[in-house]
């Protein structure tokens, strides 16, 4: 059997180091904002090329506390449209409605997954004031059109880096391409903790310095609170063991191009389309999606894997717009409008993105994953009828 993602052989490969590394923790008695987590942030503000690091709980709350910060500040008040993927994992969307801000859901370029500039400069309104990027399947998302509009309408650009660790862009990675990002370390993603860890990066330190305020129940002096803050910290034990990975993460984000690679070259069933490469954005293929052309065809392949014993996932079925939690939002117009985009035989406003979650189908692909493996997924998927 082939699975969609080895945890165990991912964490046994590096287990040596992290045991010691959790080990001294462990001993040491120090279990939350210690040492751990200080030199963590300090190595990761330092690969991702950026002034300041700040750990959180989890990646939601590292989105969730930047929005909130920028609330704080005073950049962004109540009400305030921010522009998002439509296609995104519900979190990205979530960190917005969460903060009582409006997320204006944005279709994706078909060709690359990600946020299309084009509608995205037609999303635009006067109340517009910040785009949360998301670097979609761990695909660098950011390009000169959307830091050019970014500037020209005064908007914050928070980046999403939760599937992008290590991704370059120029001289910088992603996550320091934009005012503040949010990045998650969720066992499964590039860079993955042995539990729930997250992080900010920025470069602006009143921003880092009140996201840690934040963070820490709104005290920035013992006892003393300036924010109504939450508790959202990366412990000692994570933040160890995200040190360790944080030194494999260029080998294994090699490892995952090189099984990419791979399937580029070998898939070749006419059913398929596989999402466009550009010179100029890099991967560094959190997940690797393909897509059909019918639902039923995507549903079909995928049962026909399964029987054959590889695992696949879909990245994701339901799009945040059409998920019950919003179904009565008040700026959630997207879901009306599909619901009758049926029977009125009238495109629904977000069809790109239905079409894509009915459509996609992940394979496995990951920094243990043999190319053996991928040989095996690509001669089944070749002669699939
Ligand atoms: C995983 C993920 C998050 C949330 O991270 P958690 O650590 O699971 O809270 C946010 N955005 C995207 C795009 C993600 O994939």
Same mark, same amino acid.
């Given at each position: 059997?082939?699975?969609?993602?080895?945890?165990?052989?991912?964490t046994?490969?590096?287990?040596?180091?992290i @045991?010691?590394?959790?080990?001294?923790?462990?001993?040491?008695?120090?279990?939350?904002?210690?040492?751990?987590?200080?030199? #963590?942030?300090?190595?990761?503000?330092?690969? +991702?090329? &950026?002034?300041?690091?700040?750990?959180?709980?989890?990646?939601?709350?590292?989105?969730?506390?930047? #929005?909130?910060?920028? =609330?704080?500040?005073?950049?962004?008040?109540?009400?305030d449209?921010?522009?998002?993927?439509? $296609?995104?994992?519900?979190?990205?969307?979530?960190?917005?409605?969460?903060? $009582?801000?409006?997320? /204006?859901?944005?279709?994706?370029?078909?060709?690359?997954?990600?946020?299309?500039?084009t509608?995205?400069?037609?999303?635009?309104?006067?109340?517009?004031?910040?785009?949360?990027? /998301?670097?979609?399947?761990?695909?660098?998302?950011?390009?000169?059109?959307?830091?050019?509009?970014?500037?020209?309408? %005064?908007?914050?650009?928070?980046e999403?880096?939760?599937?992008? %660790?290590?991704?370059?862009?120029?001289?910088?990675?992603?996550?320091?391409?934009?005012?503040?990002?949010?990045?998650?370390?969720?066992?499964?993603?590039?860079?993955?903790?042995?539990?729930?860890?997250?992080?900010?990066?920025?470069?602006?330190?009143?921003?880092?310095?009140?996201?840690?305020?934040?963070?820490?129940?709104?005290?920035?002096?013992?006892?003393? #609170?300036?924010?109504?803050?939450?508790? @959202?910290?990366l412990?000692?034990?994570?933040?160890a063991?995200?040190? /360790?990975?944080?030194?494999?993460?260029?080998?294994?984000?090699? %490892?995952?191009?090189?099984?990419?690679?791979?399937?580029?070259?070998?898939l070749?069933?006419?059913?398929?389309?596989?999402?466009?490469?550009?010179?100029?954005?890099?991967?560094?293929?959190?997940?690797?999606? +393909?897509?059909?052309?019918?639902?039923?065809?995507?549903? @079909?392949?995928?049962?026909?894997?399964?029987?054959?014993?590889?695992?696949?996932?879909?990245?994701?079925?339901?799009?945040?717009?059409?998920?019950?939690?919003?179904?009565?939002?008040?700026?959630?117009?997207?879901?009306?409008?599909?619901?009758?985009?049926? &029977?009125?035989?009238?495109? &629904?406003q =977000?069809?790109?993105?239905?079409?894509?979650?009915?459509?996609?189908? &992940?394979?496995?692909i990951?920094?243990?994953?043999?190319?053996?493996?991928?040989?095996?997924?690509?001669?089944?998927?070749?002669?699939?009828?």
């Open positions: 059997m082939i699975k969609f993602l080895d945890l165990q052989a991912i046994a490969k590096y287990q040596d180091e @045991s010691e590394a959790v080990g001294r923790v462990v001993q040491s008695g120090w279990y939350l904002q210690g040492k751990a987590n200080a030199d #963590f942030e300090a190595d990761y503000a330092r690969f +991702i090329g &950026s002034d300041y690091c700040v750990g959180c709980a989890n990646g939601l709350d590292a989105l969730i506390l930047i #929005f909130r910060a920028y =609330l704080e500040l005073g950049y962004l008040q109540p009400g449209e921010v522009l998002v993927p439509a $296609n995104t994992f519900i979190a990205s969307v979530l960190a917005i409605t969460e903060n $009582n801000l409006k997320p /204006v859901l944005v279709e994706p370029d078909p060709e690359t997954l990600q946020i299309d500039e509608r995205m400069e037609a999303a635009i309104t006067p109340r517009t004031k910040a785009l949360c990027l /998301v670097h979609l399947y761990g695909r660098n998302a950011y390009t000169q059109a959307i830091a050019a509009l970014c500037e020209q309408h %005064h908007l914050l650009l928070v999403d880096n939760a599937q992008a %660790h290590g991704c370059r862009c120029g001289e910088l990675r992603t996550g320091a391409l934009g005012h503040a990002s949010g990045h998650s370390f969720y066992p499964g993603k590039n860079l993955g903790a042995l539990g729930d860890g997250g992080a900010v990066t920025t470069n602006d330190k009143a921003l880092a310095d009140t996201i840690r305020a934040l963070a820490n129940y709104g005290s920035q002096a013992k006892y003393v #609170f300036k924010y109504a803050g939450r508790n @959202s910290r412990d000692e034990i994570q933040a063991a995200l040190q /360790v990975k944080l030194r494999h993460l260029e080998e294994d984000n090699a %490892h995952r191009q090189a099984i990419a690679a791979y399937y580029y070259e070998h070749n069933h006419p059913c398929l389309r596989l999402p466009r490469r550009l010179p100029d954005a890099e991967n560094v293929y959190h997940l690797f999606p +393909i897509f059909l052309q019918t639902k039923a065809q995507r549903d @079909s392949l995928q049962a026909y894997l399964t029987a054959q014993g590889v695992q696949t996932l879909i990245h994701y079925p339901i799009p945040p717009h059409l998920q019950e939690c919003y179904a009565k939002a008040p700026w959630n117009d997207y879901a009306a409008v599909a619901a009758t985009a049926h &029977s009125a035989a009238q495109p &629904s =977000l069809s790109i993105t239905e079409h894509l979650a009915d459509t996609e189908l &992940s394979l496995p990951s920094p243990v994953m043999s190319i053996q493996d991928a040989q095996i997924i690509v001669e089944l998927i070749n002669h699939w009828h």
